[in-house]
């Protein structure tokens, strides 16, 4: 009996690989002889760097950068010297976790510290680098990134632009010819699940604004900023990808990603698992269980289990998810390869208790899982 374990992390509680171990705890207590292949998931959000580096023996690196509020912090990064890889979390340098509720801006707040981390991937000597842009806490167009990268943005006195998605809106010219020329050399990669445009009723500002601090009003400004970011770009390159799938992720990072470095963007689930192999460790499973804290309808837009489940099925394999909640239209991902779904708790608990308690409730229902399919299978 082959069971892979290709669960994400559950976010404020445990990591991906915390995830996978627990569940194999369970798996073992009732099938001692099974094996268990652990393999820790993500999607392009938290936790892509280390279930990369856990899988391929890579190297995580640390860099002092600026956060989006421009305070100084330390942001870790994957490395992988084989093949000269650099996996960046944008939401290390730049995500809305560094920001406390109360002073999330997202008109002044800048992905300047993402564009240090490539700098620092460059130095490096990376010739791919992959960028996981979920969870950000600016909506600045990618503009703080680019000007990291070399990129003049000049008013129109020609002083150099403030950070922040606002401020774009008094850009008066830009300037490529500053930007840093070993980045013609380097193949970079987008992993999101996001394919939103960059402006517009399904833009960045409007979408996404909110979680961040903006109001209704600063929506509009916000929106208005970037069209007018978007409309010079497209005077000074060979072609406006503003309205393309994708632009408006991370708060237009997408824009200056496909815009500026020839990006390419695909699902952030498919790069984690054509990089820890989950291809190869679902061929010849019995069983493959996988999971996230909250497992409901948003799981379809290329979340892990989704992406886990589509390899899975076609390769014939079934697929059982365990997730700290199951929310609205969680039963839609059963057309989707998932076979069935399992919430952990059993009873009333708080949130905090059940993040606490993670460990022990994932062993227990794996624990279940375990006797079912021997009773199923009359072993």
Not at 175 to 188: I, K, N, S, Y
Not at 332 to 356: I, K, W
Request: with cysteine; glycine share 12%.
């Amino acid at each position: 009996m082959k069971i892979t374990i290709a669960p994400d992390s559950f976010k404020d509680s445990l990591s991906a690989a915390g995830v996978a171990q627990a569940i194999a705890l369970g798996l073992a207590e009732v099938w001692p002889e099974a094996q268990l292949l652990q393999c820790p998931m993500a999607d392009g959000g938290e936790g892509t760097v280390a279930s990369i580096l856990a899988a391929c023996a890579g190297q995580q690196r640390s860099t002092q950068v600026q956060g989006p509020l421009g305070t100084q912090v330390q942001a870790h990064w994957g490395w992988l010297p084989e093949s000269h890889t650099a996996i960046i979390e944008m939401a290390e340098a730049s995500g809305l976790q560094l920001v406390p509720l109360a002073q999330r801006d997202a008109c002044t707040s800048s992905t300047f510290g993402t564009g240090e981390l490539i700098l620092a991937a460059l130095d490096a000597g990376a010739r791919r680098i992959i960028l996981a842009i979920g969870g950000s806490a600016t909506n600045d167009g990618g503009a703080g990134a680019l000007q990291a990268l070399g990129l003049k943005l000049l008013d129109r006195q020609g002083q150099v632009l403030p950070r922040g998605g606002l401020a774009l809106a008094e850009l008066a010219s830009i300037g490529l010819e500053t930007m840093d020329p070993r980045l013609a050399q380097v193949r970079f990669e987008i992993a999101a699940d996001v394919n939103n445009p960059l402006c517009g009723e399904q833009g960045a500002s409007a979408i996404f604004g909110p979680q961040k601090g903006a109001s209704a009003q600063q929506v509009q400004q916000l929106d208005q900023a970037l069209g007018h970011f978007a409309e010079l770009c497209a005077g000074v390159l060979p072609r406006d990808v503003r309205d393309e799938p994708g632009s408006g992720a991370a708060g237009g990072l997408g824009f200056a990603a496909k815009a500026f470095l020839g990006a390419q963007f695909r699902p952030g689930v498919e790069v984690v698992a054509e990089l820890v192999g989950l291809e190869q460790a679902v061929r010849g499973a019995d069983l493959v269980i996988t999971g996230e804290g909250r497992f409901d309808a948003q799981t379809l837009r290329g979340k892990t289990p989704y992406g886990v489940a589509q390899i899975a099925r076609a390769q014939g394999v079934p697929v059982l998810v365990l997730a700290g909640t199951l929310g609205d239209g969680y039963q839609q991902l059963y057309a989707h390869g998932v076979d069935a779904a399992f919430a952990l708790t059993s009873g009333p608990m708080s949130l905090e208790q059940a993040c606490r308690e993670a460990p022990r409730l994932l062993r227990e229902r794996a624990a279940d899982i375990a006797r079912v399919w021997r009773l199923a299978a009359g072993q």
